[in-house]
């Protein structure tokens, strides 16, 4: 099976979560900046970092995907197990915001993320193994230091969120860095996959 159909049904599954998110703003009841900051202003942030995790889930995957030429009923449900753990954005999201950050949904959200994450590490995986020794995506993927990174900070914003400081904001702080660092890292291009597809092509 060519991966056509697989990448417009995944487009259309990050769209529809990108949809949801921003669908949960409210609107404020003034007019002013005072209003709006009252009404959306953490929420604004939230959407914006989930916004951003969402745009870097659907660069990559795009990426990948070019240096894939077919696809497998194996690779089929390690993408719908990575699109599973997207489509919760909205829920986590929303969550944190509505809680004013309290401990437990930022740690609901960072165990969001760790597991896209891994979703995501566990499809690359599989598309590696089925492409054999001479996988371009292998070669393209390389070292991959920002993937193998991510986790670590996930894990200690996690803990951070649930053992730091319980009573007070220190921990949640920490987290929330430890998730913004994240997204900062692979927001900055990464040129391997570009590179690897011009020196090679996109598979047929």
């Given amino acids: ?27 404020p009841e003034g007019h002013d900046w005072a209003a709006l900051r009252h009404a959306a202003g953490s929420g604004l942030l939230t959407y914006l970092l989930s916004f951003v995790y969402v745009g870097i889930y659907w660069n990559n995957h795009h990426h990948m995907f070019q240096l894939t030429s077919r696809v497998t009923g194996t690779v089929l449900w390690a993408n719908l197990a990575l699109l599973f753990c997207l489509s919760l954005f909205p829920f986590t999201t929303a969550w944190m915001d509505e809680s004013e950050f309290a401990h437990t949904p930022v ?3 960072g165990i969001n993320l760790l597991l896209a994450a891994c979703a ?17 995506l292998r070669q393209a993927v390389g ?30 702080v920490i987290a929330l860095v430890c998730f913004v660092v994240v997204a900062v890292l692979w927001f900055i291009p990464d040129r391997r996959i570009e590179r690897t597809i011009g020196e090679q092509g996109t598979p047929d």
């Avoid at 995501?120 to 371009?136: E, H, T, V, W």
């Avoid at 070292?143 to 053992?163: E, H, N, W």
Wanted: charge should be positive.
């Fill in 1 to 27: 099976m060519r991966t056509s159909r697989l990448e417009a049904f995944s487009d259309g599954v990050l769209a529809i979560i990108i949809t949801i998110m921003v669908l949960e703003l409210k609107i």
């Fill in 107 to 109: 740690v609901v959200y």
């Fill in 120 to 136: 995501y590490f566990a499809l690359q995986l599989i598309i590696m193994r089925g492409q054999g020794a001479d996988s371009p």
């Fill in 143 to 172: 070292r991959d230091l920002k993937g193998k990174a991510s986790p670590v900070f996930y894990l200690t914003g996690i803990l951070c969120a649930q053992f730091v400081d319980p009573h007070g904001r220190t921990g949640v």
